[in-house]
């Protein structure tokens, strides 16, 4: 009877424990901006994903933490004690309530993670067409509809881009950390990704992908500009010869 006692006792102080420290890590987390910079409206997608994630996982690490640190400390061997603790056969309604847990923890997450994806994709419908042409080691942009060259990115801001990536030599990246996204160039075909730049400003773009010995230089800018701003830039970019 008093061992039954004593055991719950632990028990409580454990969860107690637990409990204060997942409150404090959730609270720190909640509202936290992990990516440096949310620049479109996918990486705002991208961002609410790691909170949600980082949120689901601090109860699991705070749970495993204490429980082997709580033991570490209450129940060590004193002296020259190194025998075995007592066997323990297993418990039914522990064991079913774990499973079902994390049954249910792994089904959210796929749900809001799958949410997610078809948020990102959104509408295949877009206001600028533009072509990304990866070469060793360089990026290329055509813009389909306007007869634009750039060795650079220019997009209007709260408009949506479809970007269509193809590779001329080998496996590249295109990757905008700012937008959130990132996207293969495979040799041989098309891919694309959606983007919808909501601040204004210059980022970065670089190949994501080990390209050879250039391709830590496999870099170019991103500008996102008003959008009576980015007319001026295609007027005078379209009355330049193209090469």
């Known amino acids: 009877m008093g061992h039954g006692v004593t055991a719950r006792r632990h028990l409580a102080i454990a969860l107690a424990i637990w409990a204060a420290l997942s409150v404090v890590g959730v609270v720190a987390v909640l509202g936290t901006q992990i990516l440096p910079i949310v ?15 980082t949120v689901a996982s601090v109860p699991v690490l705070v749970l ?5 640190v709580y033991s570490a400390i209450r129940f060590r061997a004193s002296g020259d004690d190194d025998g075995d603790g007592p066997p323990i056969h297993g418990h039914r309604s522990f064991e079913v309530g774990w499973v079902i847990v994390s049954f249910a923890m ?18 295949q419908r877009a206001d600028l067409e533009v072509r990304a042409e990866a070469t060793q080691w360089a990026w ?16 209007p801001v709260d408009r949506r881009i479809r970007v269509t990536i193809v590779a001329d030599d080998v ?37 994501a992908e080990l390209c050879g010995l250039g391709h830590t230089k496999m870099v170019t800018s991103v500008t996102v500009m008003e959008p009576s701003e980015f007319e001026t830039w295609v007027a005078e970019h379209s009355q330049q010869p193209q090469t």
């Open 39 to 53: 620049a479109s409206r996918e990486a705002e997608v991208v961002n609410e994903a790691f909170v949600v994630l």
């Open 64 to 68: 495993v933490v204490v429980a082997i």
């Open 106 to 123: 792994v089904a959210g997450l796929a749900a809001f993670g799958t949410i997610g994806l078809l948020e990102i994709r959104g509408d």
């Open 140 to 155: 290329e942009f055509e813009y389909v509809d306007l007869g634009i060259h750039s060795k650079e990115l220019v997009l």
């Open 171 to 207: 496996l590249h990246s295109f990757s905008v950390p700012a937008f959130g996204i990132k996207q293969d160039a495979v040799p041989g075909r098309e891919t694309h990704l959606y983007v919808t730049p909501t601040m204004l400003g210059t980022y970065g773009a670089q190949c």
